[in-house]
């Protein structure tokens, strides 16, 4: 049996994802469980899924503690020794890493392979939604699945044009996965633990979970006060009439740019 860990953050599909590959598996021949867990947490914190693959019913229920394979979805939880935690000798780590294998900080008895997914997401469908651009480069990497499953899976779940360009984000990370490479030999510390804590309301700083960064150009602003209005987490002040974020609280929803009527607010993506 295969043992599969997934990580990311709420609203960049891992549970979807993880129910696709267990989709996939099945269009294989083989038996799959898909386990989500998360909590209250809103979007930005940080979701683990579970996938077991096997060629005999999977009767198994806990959760996955040793993997043999991790995915993450994210830059910045991939930089967290906290991910590969368990991860069986010899296992694999497919991440989402804008920059060489070979630089991700960190380490122990597996390899790891890495893939720019957040720009394939933006550049093949506008939106830093990485489930789908981490699909291929898993099925490249683990070799547990076919692509053709894979896509199958894909314009199941969505129809149409939203599937066809989710199937471009799937074909480019297969051709865009980096060769597997020996992690670190030595595990690193990880002085912020899973992704700056382990619930949004009892960290200090929610900064660590942010890929993009709403920053204000005040010659559009309007002062109409839709961003404050809107603002889930109340990370939007008013300052002699003029909107302030508070980027220790600010997770990077992208709902203020959204919502801006003027587009006064761009969405930048953090640097890594």
């Known amino acids: 049996m295969i043992e599969v860990r997934i990580h990311g953050r709420g609203g960049q599909g891992a549970v979807t994802a993880n129910e696709m590959l267990a989709e996939a598996v099945y269009h294989d021949g083989k038996w799959s469980q898909a386990i989500p867990m998360y909590g209250t947490e809103r979007r930005g914190a940080p979701v683990t899924a579970f996938l077991r693959v096997d060629s005999v019913r999977v009767r198994e229920r806990d959760l996955v503690h040793e993997p043999d394979i991790v995915m993450c979805l994210d830059p910045l939880l991939s930089k967290r020794q906290t991910i590969v935690n368990g991860i069986k000798p010899g296992g694999l780590a497919v991440l989402n890493y804008p920059y060489p294998a070979d630089q991700v900080p960190v380490g122990g008895n597996f390899k790891l392979a890495v893939v720019d997914a957040t720009k394939i997401a933006l550049e093949t469908m506008n939106r830093p939604i990485t489930n789908t651009a981490m699909l291929g480069a898993f099925a490249k990497i683990s070799g547990i699945v076919r692509m053709e499953s894979v896509e199958k899976a894909v314009m199941h779940r969505f129809p149409g044009r939203v599937g066809e360009m989710n199937i471009a984000a799937v074909r ?42 709403p920053v204000i150009d005040y010659d559009k602003c309007i002062n109409c006060k839709t961003c404050w209005s809107y603002c889930p987490e109340t990370a939007i002040s008013w300052v002699d009439n003029k909107p302030q974020i508070d980027y220790r609280v600010c997770k990077g929803c992208g709902i203020c740019p959204q919502e801006c009527p003027v587009k006064a607010i761009e969405y930048k993506r953090e640097i890594v």
């Not at 480019?172 to 980096?178: A, F, K, L, M, P």
């Not at 030595?186 to 890929?211: F, H, Q």
């Open 172 to 213: 480019r990370s297969y051709e865009e996965v980096s060769p597997l490479v020996p992690a670190k030999p030595e595990p690193v510390k990880d002085e912020e633990g899973m992704g700056g804590g382990g619930g949004y309301g009892v960290i200090r700083s929610a900064a660590g979970w942010r890929v993009f960064r």
